[in-house]
């Protein structure tokens, strides 16, 4: 059985009395489960009678991850790691949420193709990792489904809010995970960074108090729902990309308080237990660092679901357009950045001087168009948290009855509407740093609010410095047919990989900016506490809403190919996806307008009318992520910890990591080396089309590389369904030329006539951190 877990960003869960001592922290102790001893019955009688008080646990892990995690002090953390049978002490980690027409956008279409094929996912089991679920939204109606599917072992567990009849055909299970995060307030984790459940803000359920959780899960697998819109805007009809996928909702992240390891990995064990296919997480670091593999319990925990067959699919992270900025990294994940769609929401600032300077907006009050108001910058002071439009940072003497300009970060975007809001100004212009160049996206701001580029700012800013400065916003409703679409988002986690240059990170991209999907009645859709507003859709823009994409089109995959393993689903996705957008040229940057490369945008964007039939696929066994860490220098009790089975590293001839059997190919050569340098790489793929199928080589060499493939033929029968190839790549280390980047790109592609399936080349000269 598989499973996909798509990588999003929060967390919850009921638990005991735990210490108050300052010093006290939450650690995951990872232990060798075979050393048991035969007189204690289960694990947690071991770990209780032997290396911790029972008052300190908090969870024990049994299947994707063998031992527990508890509230202790440093000092006996200290001790368990000199402990033989403990293989690991991980401190406990705060984790972040990487906060319509989108299905037929990635070439899903009534009737056809892979939503005909896969009986629109129909008992294929999506387990979302987020916030919750509201599961009265009409997004998750179980009208004219069959029964549950009967390998289903989970719960439906009661709480604030929420019985057993919450759950249905639809959302056949619910789980809330908060030990780790209350246990995190009793060590001195501060208000909003876990401690007890806010009873007056949060569910002790897995209901949903965010709105995340709801809007993932619809976007993944939600019904269609007829006459939807978020107050008008992108008004239509609503569906996910599984829509007859079952549900099952893992309530790991709690309201601004985000998820914890602890918690994550509890999730990951119940979920597999409990018989989920897929798994969409949208959660990432929430220090902007990544890992080792080994000290990361998301990507631990994707291995042991991966390992049995349950496709993780993950958010990239909403760090870029900086360098290096994307997350969830481990090669078993499937890694998701943003692109945009055609569908917009764009207005205009009109300057009393007559410029117009496109913007886009999602304000649902009175429009202000036609009325000129005065201008202000506050930033102009040259005091920061006044051009940031900080709270209590702007004097309501300076803008009353103006339209202000707000510089983007540190605050949320929202919030800073409403400190004008307060402040009593009747209009905002968010202007993007330079960071954020041109990148736009849409908020349910509560006041008219415009948001405009880096380039379109510095315009209006200079504008109002001349003195008796005035401007209206003009909306423009919603637009379809944008030109050109997609493009990458500017926040979107770009590579190259941090942790293994010679893995390609993000794997592909998919819908992430501007997506209509399901939401809470909790909080209005800014999420901020004064926001009474009810609705019941909402449109959000990050990787945590391109991420369950991917996971609906894995249980789609899973549907139509149920013996496909979660790296055969992978390869499809991402040897079908697409390189230029749809008016069929190269994809460009959301931030810059320049072109991009498979640092942006790994394999390409996510194109299912291709993935249901991509004629070969890359598989990767477990013994092949094995030899991947073997080769990154991880030793046998390192390995241990993630895949929980003794590993036997080549004592001689160690393998290479860029021969993991990844749909994308990465070469990497030492800066120090100068003159012809040559690194031979071998792939395996597998025919799951035509049993006799003949495909030829096409190669496009990144430029000042040589790059030569053997055989050049591949030719498969019936007797003959997997086929090794060999790839050389050839630099001149003295005289090659990197981009940009760091890096030169190309692709290599199998091609008989019906199918393409394509791997980026990636050839940098780096030496491994």
């Avoid at 929430?286 to 993780?312: Q, T």
């Amino acid at each position: 059985m598989a499973l996909i877990l798509c990588s999003l960003f929060f967390f919850f869960a009921a638990g005991e009395a735990i210490s108050t001592d300052p010093t006290v922290k939450t650690y995951i102790i990872r232990v060798n489960s075979d050393s048991k001893p035969a007189i204690f019955p289960t694990h947690y009688h071991w770990y209780t009678s032997e290396l911790t008080e029972s008052s300190s646990i908090l969870h024990v892990y049994e299947t994707v991850f063998s031992g527990f995690s508890a509230s202790i002090t440093p000092s006996q953390a200290s001790d368990l790691e000199k402990h033989p049978d403990v293989l690991a002490v991980i401190p406990d980690r705060r984790r972040e949420l990487h906060t319509t027409r989108s299905p037929q956008f990635v070439g899903l279409r009534n009737q056809r193709g892979l939503w005909s094929e896969s009986d629109y996912g129909s008992d294929v089991i999506i387990g979302v990792f987020d916030t919750g679920i509201w599961p009265e939204r009409r997004s998750f109606s179980d009208l004219n489904l069959g029964p549950v599917p009967k390998r289903w072992k989970g719960v439906c567990q009661a709480g604030v809010r929420f019985t057993v009849r919450n759950c249905n055909k639809k959302i056949i299970g619910a789980r809330f995970f908060s030990k780790g995060h209350e246990a995190a307030g009793g060590i001195g984790g501060g208000i909003g960074f876990g401690g007890a459940i806010n009873d007056t803000v949060e569910f002790r359920s897995p209901r949903d108090a965010d709105g995340h959780g709801t809007h993932t899960a619809s976007t993944a697998a939600g019904r269609y729902v007829f006459k939807a819109s978020m107050a008008g805007y992108a008004a239509g009809i609503a569906k996910g990309v599984a829509p007859k996928a079952r549900l099952a909702v893992y309530k790991v992240c709690w309201k601004s308080s985000g998820c914890f390891d602890s918690d994550i990995l509890a999730a990951f064990d119940a979920a597999v237990n409990d018989g989920v296919d897929v798994i969409s997480i949208s959660i990432g670091g929430g220090d902007g660092i990544s890992s080792p593999y080994y000290l990361d319990p998301i990507a631990i925990g994707a291995y042991g679901a991966v390992s049995r067959g349950v496709f993780v699919s993950s958010s990239a992270g909403n760090d870029g357009p900086n360098g290096m900025s994307v997350t969830n990294l481990a090669p078993w994940l499937t890694t998701v950045g943003a692109g945009t769609i055609d569908r917009n929401f764009p207005a205009e600032v009109i300057l009393g001087d007559g410029r117009k300077l496109a913007g886009v907006w999602l304000y649902a009050g009175p429009a202000i168009s036609g009325k000129k108001y005065p201008l202000i910058y506050p930033g102009k002071s040259g005091i920061l948290s006044a051009s940031l439009c900080m709270d209590n940072a702007l004097d309501p003497n300076l803008v009353r009855g103006k339209i202000v300009i707000c510089d983007r970060g540190s605050n949320p975007r929202v919030a800073k509407g409403l400190v004008v809001k307060k402040a009593g100004g009747v209009g905002m212009i968010l202007s993007n740093g330079v960071s954020n160049g041109e990148g736009l996206v849409g908020d349910a701001h509560l006041i008219p609010a415009c948001s405009v580029g880096f380039d379109e700012g510095d315009q209006i800013k200079a504008y109002a410095a001349t003195g008796h400065a005035t401007a209206t916003i003009n909306f423009q409703g919603t637009v379809l047919g944008i030109k050109p679409a997609p493009v990458v988002a500017s926040f979107s986690g770009r590579g190259p990989n941090g942790m293994n240059p010679e893995i390609l990170k993000p794997d592909l991209i998919a819908p992430g900016v501007n997506i209509l999907a399901a939401w809470t009645d909790a909080v209005g859709p800014t999420g901020l506490d004064s926001d009474g507003r009810k609705m019941e859709f909402n449109i959000l823009s990050g990787t945590s809403m391109s991420c369950p994409h991917v996971s609906g089109a894995a249980a789609l995959l899973k549907s139509a190919h149920p013996d496909w393993s979660p790296a055969s689903i992978k390869s499809a996705i991402m040897t079908s996806a697409n390189t230029v957008n749809k008016q069929l040229q190269p994809m460009t940057d959301e931030s810059t307008g320049n072109a991009t490369t498979p640092y942006d945008f790994g394999a390409g964007h996510l194109n299912l009318d291709l993935a249901m039939d991509p004629g070969l696929v890359y598989d990767v066994t477990n013994q092949d992520y094995v030899s991947f860490l073997c080769s990154i220098g991880y030793g046998a009790k390192t390995i241990q910890v993630i895949t929980r089975s003794p590993a036997a590293c080549p004592m001689r001839r160690k393998p290479l990591p860029e021969n993991l059997n990844y749909p994308s190919i990465a070469a990497m050569f030492s800066t120090g080396k100068k003159g012809v340098l040559r690194k031979t790489l071998v792939r395996r793929v597998r025919n799951v089309g035509d049993v006799n199928s003949v495909y030829t080589v096409k190669v496009e060499a990144p430029k000042g590389v040589s790059v030569t493939v053997k055989p050049g033929k591949l030719v498969f029968s019936d007797k003959v369904r997997e086929l090794s190839y060999y790839v050389t790549v050839k630099i001149d280390g003295s005289n090659v030329v990197m981009g940009d980047s760091g890096a030169v790109f190309g692709s290599l592609s199998w091609v008989d006539g019906k199918h393409v399936v394509r791997s980026p080349i990636v050839v940098t000269q780096l030496d491994p951190l």
